[in-house]
């Protein structure tokens, strides 16, 4: 069964600083993999995903993921955080094979930005 | 493109009532679309997933009866707290894809169902 783990509930870095949140997947196909961020009382805005293409994916508002097979993890990165980043985000695996896109979230993350 | 809309955004009603909650996707044809419940500072977890024209199959553990769920339409599907309960307030998101075989869902803003 496809399941996603975010390791740590809530992440605090300060302005400018590099951003990582981590997840790690287990699928037992080859996953389609989600990052959606999610702002207060808000729905979710994707912010990037990996469809078995490129291992490095791009996203929206610098962010970017790599895609790793060996260690089961699609980790979310921005080299220099900014204060607007502060929000919510998960991770999420599909089940595009075999159940028309169901999604499965991770926990989430809470990252907090300091000035 | 791909924006999906929910109303209302926000709504309270008393213990007994129904609560109906609509999520359009404006700029394209959704023949699948799905409905999450969010409790605080948890994640979402997956209520029911709805094809147009077809009855819509529920997760373990949700009631059929009291989520009725109707996608009339390629552009709209629907949610109905049947005789709510404090229990059911909580933060309803739904999401829009284009079926099988489409690798991205998108999300509507969310509706937050307060319970008296």
């Known amino acids: 069964a496809q399941s996603v783990t975010q390791l740590g509930s809530h992440v605090s870095v300060s302005e400018g600083a590099l951003v990582l949140l981590r997840c790690n997947y287990s699928s037992s196909v080859p996953p389609y993999l989600f990052w959606y961020v999610q702002y207060p009382n808000q729905g979710l805005q994707l912010l990037l995903k990996y469809t078995s293409a490129a291992t490095l994916v791009k996203g929206i508002n610098g962010f970017e993921a790599e895609f790793k097979k060996s260690e089961t993890s699609f980790h979310l990165t921005k080299p220099s955080a900014h204060m607007s980043d502060a929000a919510e985000y998960f991770c999420?695996?599909?089940?595009?094979?075999?159940?028309?896109?169901?999604?499965?979230f991770g926990q989430g993350t809470e990252l907090s930005v300091k000035p | 493109g791909a924006v999906v809309s929910q109303h209302p955004s926000w709504v309270i009603c008393k213990s007994g009532t129904s609560v109906k909650i609509e999520c359009r996707s404006l700029d394209f044809q959704a023949t699948t679309m799905f409905w999450y419940r969010q409790f605080p500072k948890q994640s979402l977890m997956l209520m029911a997933t709805s094809n147009e024209g077809s009855k819509a199959t529920y997760e373990q553990g949700v009631e059929k009866d009291k989520f009725l769920i109707n996608h009339a339409s390629l552009t709209l599907s629907t949610l109905t707290v049947t005789s709510a309960h404090p229990e059911d307030s909580s933060f309803y998101i739904c999401?829009?894809?284009?079926?099988?075989?489409?690798?991205?869902?998108?999300f509507g803003p969310g509706t937050r169902l307060t319970v008296l």
């Open positions: 999401s829009a894809g284009g079926g099988s075989g489409t690798d991205t869902q998108y």
């Open positions: 999420a695996v599909s089940l595009i094979y075999n159940q028309g896109g169901k999604l499965i």
